[in-house]
DNA sequence: TATTGTTATACTCTATAACTATA
DNA sequence: TATAGTTATAGAGTATAACAATA
């Protein structure tokens, strides 16, 4: 048997993935594309920055880009410096998808918290942190 | 820009996730794959049923079974008492590796938790079942 | 008629290996 | 030669719609 202390964390990172799964999917996105809109809010990443953002290979990255491009979400612009380098970064249609996707990611963590108390959110939000980051860390 | 509780809770799950799936890989199997040898270990369901417990459509299951019948890690048995119903169930090899898997869930989780003091793991316990509970109620 | 499961089809995601263009 | 990216190819996972068999 799995330790239930694995066994509930397990099972709420599948809860958690599949709230943002359908939040992504009621805006024809997958959820990998809406993390790329995520990722490029803040960045104008080239394609091999990006796949690494995404943990993706460069070759993955392309057919992910080429689809976002056809969808108008994020356009590719060559790099002044370096003629091999592409970046990527979004168009407007792009950066308000992303903006609404943020706003109803909030919205899906602030309903699922919802029932706990103030003190296990705030213990919660320092550890979710904590584990975050060294889990990053790590991969 | 997204809290910093939504952010952190949903980096946290990606982290879950990737640690899931690098386990499941180094087996040769899908997370998919191996959710679905978890769901088998205490359970002998029908492909509706097993299709409900993960989420999938009929179809879906129907491709995820054929591909672990393939690689002899379950079984598909007639129903005695109604001829359309076919039953799943894990073979001894598909029973070792989902045995394999939990162990190595339980380990991967251990270390993930390991920088936490005694009181936080008690706390994310408690709350991660909570939360696990709620949403799946929901879902 | 309703239910269970499969088949046909199509698309996304992912990877590996070979290739092109630039450095 | 080395690096950035694309292309060719393959397979898993997913879904919808049409179908067959059983109830």
Request: aromatic residues 0%; hydrophobic residues 40%; without cysteine.
């Amino acid at each position: 048997m799995a330790s239930p202390t694995t066994d509930a964390l397990v099972q709420l990172s599948f809860v958690i993935q599949s709230r943002l799964s359908d939040l992504a999917s009621s805006r024809d996105l997958s959820l990998t594309q809406l993390r790329m809109l995520g990722v490029l809010r803040d960045r104008r990443p080239t394609m091999q920055d990006l796949a690494g953002h995404l943990g993706l290979t460069k070759s993955s990255l392309t057919g992910l880009i080429d689809r976002a491009e056809q969808r108008s979400l994020v356009v590719r612009t060559p790099d002044a410096s370096d003629g091999r380098t592409v970046r990527v970064e979004l168009t407007e249609l792009g950066r308000s998808l992303a903006a609404e996707g943020t706003v109803a990611m909030n919205d899906a963590m602030d309903a699922l918290l919802e029932p706990l108390s103030a003190s296990d959110r705030k213990v919660l939000h320092r550890v979710a942190v904590r584990l975050a980051e060294a889990g990053q860390e790590q991969a």
